[in-house]
């Protein structure tokens, strides 16, 4: 089970265009040449592409937000709208509800206010229920953004059955509170829209936040932003292939707020793989997340990928760097938390693995739900347990005892 985990999470590693290499960029000779270089004025740098108005476009066709839009007929989009909202209509009554009312009262002031999501897949919208005044929230998954601009390429067809795929997923999030690993792969690597974006556009969409920027980025060697430019965007505009595209516009910033707030907040999404291997080879985004310091998380519904041997780096960056979390049984088992100075809270019920991949760590948790009084959870966060009642787990680092 591990191997065929691991094994669906295989991502190629962006390569770059050495094609653009200029006979100016290379080490000068020493002499005139240099002298004549140095004389000469830098060169502005490349300004970000920003595809804001692709981004209210898909926040209206695929997210189904009120407004105006003129590249989809509006029978296609009335359709796929009427299912959409009658999924995002249950889940704020079903679970954002009751969920944003239990997570008002047990996030701490304190939580820091930068946020990671390991394994999240298009999950913006649970992060935004956890941590809704975040300065900063960063996902990590498997799966691409998407390119913003797919639309346009698309005959009346090709969009039907592309906004079909969209509600598919989109409902399948909003009624079991996860997604499926291979519909999230098959529908966000490959698909003709950028689905994970448009999870996200939902998500700000429901949650009632303003969209005011969108950009895309790959992270350098050392882990820092080089936002895409339109020469990048034209070089991947080129290309007919939908999943490599997709894969160029893999990471996006979006920029937000509340109406009538000057608090801007920013969501980043990026595609990595977070085993170890990977993370060995590719540096960045481990990079990245460092560079962030201390700071609140949260995963559910990850596969118990955290419990994994082949993710001890990412397991390593959880007990360094985070101070409060939440999760399902597919956070940082006791085994490892405990030692490390973290305390755990339980609510719900939990008694063993809804899957093989976590028979493993069951005796753990069993064990630490049994030890802890019983605390009622009117929602499903993540997975249920094998007799598919609702669990969640709160982990916090222990505040240092005075003498």
Same mark, same amino acid.
């Given at each position: 089970?591990?191997?065929?985990?691991?094994?669906?999470?295989?991502?190629?590693?962006?390569?770059?265009?050495?094609?653009?290499?200029?006979?100016?960029?290379? =080490?000068?000779?020493? /002499?005139?040449?240099? &002298? !004549?270089? $140095? *004389?000469?004025?830098?060169?502005?740098?490349?300004?970000?592409? @920003?595809?804001?108005?692709?981004?209210?476009?898909?926040?209206?066709?695929?997210?189904?937000?009120?407004?105006?839009?003129?590249?989809?007929?509006?029978?296609?989009?009335?359709?796929?709208?009427?299912?959409?909202?009658?999924?995002?209509?249950?889940?704020?009554?079903?679970?954002?509800?009751?969920?944003?009312?239990?997570?008002?009262?047990?996030?701490?002031?304190?939580?820091?206010?930068?946020?990671?999501?390991?394994?999240?897949?298009?999950?913006?919208?649970?992060?935004?229920?956890?941590?809704?005044?975040?300065?900063?929230?960063?996902?990590?998954?498997?799966?691409?953004?998407?390119? =913003?601009?797919?639309? /346009?390429?698309?005959? &009346? !067809?090709? $969009? *039907?059955?592309?906004?079909?795929?969209?509600?598919?997923?989109? @409902?399948?999030l909003y009624t079991s509170n996860f997604s499926k690993t291979m519909n999230m792969i098959n529908a966000m690597r490959g698909g003709q829209l950028p689905t994970q974006l448009i999870f996200s556009l939902s998500a700000l969409h429901m949650h009632g936040y303003e969209l005011v920027g969108m950009k895309y980025f790959q992270l350098t060697p050392k882990g820092e932003l080089h936002y895409l430019t339109d020469a990048d965007a034209a070089r991947a505009?080129?290309?007919?292939?939908?999943?490599?595209?997709?894969?160029?516009?893999?990471?996006?910033?979006?920029?937000?707020?509340?109406?009538?707030?000057?608090?801007?907040?920013?969501?980043?999404?990026?595609?990595?793989?977070?085993?170890?291997?990977?993370?060995?080879?590719?540096?960045?985004?481990?990079?990245?997340?460092?560079?962030?310091?201390?700071?609140?998380?949260?995963?559910?519904?990850?596969?118990?990928?955290?419990?994994?041997?082949?993710?001890?780096?990412?397991?390593?960056?959880?007990?360094?760097?985070?101070?409060?979390?939440?999760?399902?049984?597919?956070?940082?088992?006791?085994?490892?938390?405990?030692?490390?100075?973290?305390?755990?809270?339980?609510?719900?019920?939990?008694?063993?693995?809804?899957?093989?991949?976590?028979?493993?760590?069951?005796?753990?948790?069993?064990?630490?739900?049994?030890?802890?009084?019983?605390?009622?959870?009117?929602?499903?966060?993540?997975?249920?347990?094998?007799?598919?009642?609702?669990?969640?787990?709160?982990?916090?680092?222990?505040?240092?005892?005075?003498?």
């Amino acid at each position: 089970m591990r191997k065929l985990v691991v094994a669906l999470g295989l991502v190629c590693a962006v390569s770059r265009d050495v094609s653009t290499v200029r006979a100016d960029d290379l =080490p000068s000779k020493p /002499g005139k040449a240099t &002298d !004549k270089a $140095k *004389a000469e004025p830098p060169r502005p740098e490349p300004v970000p592409q @920003e595809f804001l108005a692709e981004a209210q476009t898909l926040l209206v066709v695929g997210a189904c937000a009120e407004g105006k839009q003129t590249q989809v007929k509006q029978e296609l989009v009335d359709a796929h709208c009427k299912k959409v909202r009658a999924a995002q209509d249950a889940y704020r009554k079903s679970w954002l509800a009751p969920a944003r009312t239990f997570f008002q009262a047990h996030v701490p002031a304190d939580a820091p206010k930068t946020v990671v999501y390991p394994f999240a897949g298009g999950d913006l919208s649970t992060a935004l229920t956890v941590y809704p005044d975040a300065d900063e929230i960063t996902t990590l998954s498997l799966e691409p953004a998407g390119d =913003p601009r797919a639309l /346009g390429r698309l005959a &009346d !067809k090709q $969009k *039907a059955a592309a906004l079909a795929t969209v509600a598919t997923e989109l @409902e399948s999030l909003y009624t079991s509170n996860f997604s499926k690993t291979m519909n999230m792969i098959n529908a966000m690597r490959g698909g003709q829209l950028p689905t994970q974006l448009i999870f996200s556009l939902s998500a700000l969409h429901m949650h009632g936040y303003e969209l005011v920027g969108m950009k895309y980025f790959q992270l350098t060697p050392k882990g820092e932003l080089h936002y895409l430019t339109d020469a990048d965007a034209a070089r991947a505009e080129r290309v007919s292939d939908a999943g490599w595209r997709n894969r160029q516009f893999a990471n996006v910033e979006l920029r937000f707020k509340k109406p009538g707030s000057k608090h801007e907040q920013i969501y980043r999404h990026i595609m990595a793989n977070l085993d170890d291997p990977h993370l060995a080879k590719y540096k960045a985004p481990l990079l990245h997340l460092e560079a962030k310091g201390h700071v609140a998380a949260m995963t559910k519904a990850a596969s118990y990928l955290l419990t994994f041997p082949e993710f001890s780096t990412m397991r390593r960056y959880v007990i360094d760097h985070v101070d409060w979390m939440v999760s399902d049984t597919t956070g940082l088992a006791p085994a490892e938390g405990t030692p490390a100075g973290f305390e755990y809270e339980t609510y719900g019920t939990w008694e063993s693995s809804n899957m093989h991949a976590g028979k493993y760590v069951t005796p753990q948790w069993k064990a630490l739900f049994k030890s802890q009084p019983a605390r009622p959870l009117a929602f499903r966060f993540g997975y249920p347990d094998g007799k598919l009642r609702p669990h969640l787990v709160v982990m916090r680092r222990a505040k240092a005892k005075k003498a």
